[in-house]
């Protein structure tokens, strides 16, 4: 007897939720809803109020995609998800699209400073074993 072969569906993604809420309610709430599920960091900040320049990039977002920003240690608010946003690194701006998961964390975490190091080869006279390698 064959045996049944059944076609699997590809596994769906679940909905993100942030403390059981989906995107949709969250950028449904207002602030003070907001502050009340924001971890303590954030909440901090949020309350000592945005700056100058933090405020400008919100109501570009707002606007519209493509902001440029040094603002690093701003915010991520579930209005700004979905949006792209180049992140100055320190050397050069990187282009984010801001992902759902990345509400409540700051724009720094999505730009890195430091690229990884990779090691070569050793150099000539590095090792014991390269003193007898022949030079060009």
Request: glycine share 8%.
């Given at each position: 007897?064959?045996?049944?072969?059944?076609?699997?569906?590809?596994?769906?993604?679940?909905?993100?939720?942030?403390?059981?809420?989906?995107?949709?309610?969250?950028?449904?709430?207002?602030?003070?809803?907001?502050?009340?599920?924001?971890?303590?960091?954030?909440?901090r900040?949020v309350?000592?109020?945005?700056?100058?320049?933090?405020?400008?990039?919100?109501?570009?977002i707002?606007?519209?995609?493509?902001?440029?920003?040094?603002?690093?240690?701003?915010?991520?608010?579930?209005?700004?998800?979905?949006?792209?946003?180049?992140?100055?690194?320190?050397?050069?701006?990187?282009?984010?699209?801001?992902?759902?998961?990345?509400?409540?964390?700051?724009?720094?975490?999505?730009?890195?400073?430091?690229?990884?190091?990779?090691?070569?080869?050793?150099?000539?006279?590095?090792?014991?074993?390269?003193?007898?390698?022949?030079?060009?």
């Amino acid at each position: 007897m064959a045996k049944k072969t059944t076609k699997r569906m590809p596994k769906r993604r679940e909905e993100y939720t942030y403390h059981g809420y989906n995107i949709e309610q969250l950028k449904a709430m207002s602030m003070d809803e907001l502050l009340a599920i924001m971890p303590s960091g954030a909440r901090r900040k949020v309350l000592r109020g945005f700056t100058r320049d933090e405020e400008d990039v919100r109501a570009k977002i707002a606007e519209g995609d493509g902001v440029r920003t040094h603002s690093r240690s701003m915010i991520i608010l579930p209005e700004m998800v979905g949006k792209n946003v180049a992140i100055y690194s320190g050397k050069e701006f990187i282009n984010v699209e801001i992902p759902v998961e990345g509400v409540f964390h700051y724009f720094g975490e999505f730009a890195l400073t430091r690229k990884k190091v990779t090691h070569g080869s050793a150099g000539i006279g590095a090792t014991k074993s390269s003193k007898y390698v022949p030079l060009k």
